[in-house]
């Protein structure tokens, strides 16, 4: 069964920093690329993050390019999204979903909230 | 950045009757790159529709997709107990950013 998992989601901060993870099982990691989606409280859906197979090609949406960091452990099947400078907006649901472009399947997303 | 605009913002229907959900992208989506997903409260997305009209692994065949260049339409024939949820559209195309519309949330009546 292929399966997504996120995890590292917290209360933080303005300005402060996270990791979020995603463990990935049920299928061969290495044959697709990977992304991070998130859906703030109440709101639609925003693709934030892109990751190909060997990590040489990454993308970034305008509103997290210079804070955000993606990148994956190949060995370990683990897909990360290093989160800096975090603002009140990035406050969201946090999810995986394997690529490219079409999201399927998802994770089940970690809450990340930002507040003082 | 392709602007997707869905409507209507939701829908008030009663088990058995047709819903038809619209897409509307601010610029042509690339070879028909258009997604159609289904959430429900606490869940992920899940993909019903790619290509505009193919339908994902699983999915019913009363969920059907339709549409080119920058119209397209989600159609569920008879609407189940377990189709009351929110649809949104998405374009995959070559141009980034990938985007989402705002969503269609269909109701019960």
């Known amino acids: 069964e292929v399966q997504l998992v996120e995890s590292g989601g917290d209360f933080v901060q303005p300005g402060g920093s996270l990791r979020l993870s995603c463990a990935v099982s049920g299928f061969t990691f290495t044959d697709f690329t990977m992304n991070w989606v998130r859906q703030g409280p109440g709101r639609g859906l925003e693709w934030i993050s892109y990751i190909d197979i060997s990590g040489d090609t990454i993308y970034y949406a305008d509103s997290v390019e210079g804070r955000f960091t993606i990148s994956r452990d190949n060995a370990k099947n683990f897909l990360y999204l290093q989160m800096n400078s975090l603002r009140v907006e990035d406050t969201a649901v946090y999810f995986c979903?394997?690529?490219?472009?079409?999201?399927?399947?998802w994770g089940q997303g970690t809450l990340v909230t930002v507040s003082s | 950045e392709i602007v997707l605009t869905q409507s209507p913002g939701s829908l008030s229907l009663s088990p058995g009757e047709r819903a038809t959900l619209s897409c509307r992208a601010s610029?042509?989506?690339?070879?028909?790159?258009l997604a159609w997903y289904q959430q429900k409260p606490g869940q992920a997305p899940r993909l019903l529709i790619h290509?505009?009209?193919s339908r994902a692994e699983a999915i019913p065949d009363r969920f059907s997709g339709s549409g080119s260049g920058t119209d397209f339409t989600l159609t569920i024939s008879r609407l189940e107990p377990e189709d009351f949820a929110v649809y949104y559209c998405q374009q995959y195309g070559s141009s980034l950013p990938w985007t989402f519309g705002q969503g269609t949330k269909v109701e019960i009546k």
């Open positions: 610029q042509s989506v690339s070879t028909n790159n």
């Open positions: 290509g505009a009209s």
């Open positions: 979903a394997r690529g490219p472009a079409l999201f399927h399947p």
